[in-house]
């Protein structure tokens, strides 16, 4: 069974930072590829960044580049979101997920294409 746990959402006022967690449990964490997401009310969910398996490969939607920075650390099976300059368009409830295929060489935008998905955090940036 796959758990992946988001932590560190929260209020913020806008060019604020907050840097969300994504703890991973139960299979080989550092074979695959994760992704964040978010979804904000009456939208649909949107990918935001993803990191490869071995970390070197890192790939994000163009609304967030130069503010968000995804990494993640194996040996603690963690990913993370570190969000700069917030703005409140980034308002919504941000997901991490965890590919369906190890080691896959390209990372994707696809929510298809990620297998397993945690309850999600709530990011808030008031203006």
């Known amino acids: 069974q796959v758990q992946l746990v988001e932590s560190g959402g929260g209020l913020v006022q806008a060019g604020g930072s907050l840097r969300l967690s994504c703890a991973a449990s139960?299979?080989?964490?550092?074979?695959?590829?994760m992704g964040w997401f978010r979804q904000a009310p009456g939208k649909e969910r949107e990918f935001v960044a993803a990191?490869?398996?071995?970390?070197?490969?890192?790939y994000y939607t163009d609304s967030v580049k130069g503010r968000f920075t995804i990494s993640r650390d194996n040996a603690k099976n963690t990913v993370y979101l570190q969000m700069n300059s917030l703005k409140p368009e980034d308002t919504a409830v941000y997901f991490c997920a965890g590919d369906r295929v190890a080691q896959r060489g390209i990372l994707t935008p696809s929510p298809r294409e990620y297998r397993y998905w945690g309850q999600g955090t709530q990011v808030t940036v008031s203006s």
């Open positions: 139960g299979r080989t964490f550092s074979s695959y590829a």
């Open positions: 990191i490869s398996w071995s970390g070197y490969s890192t």
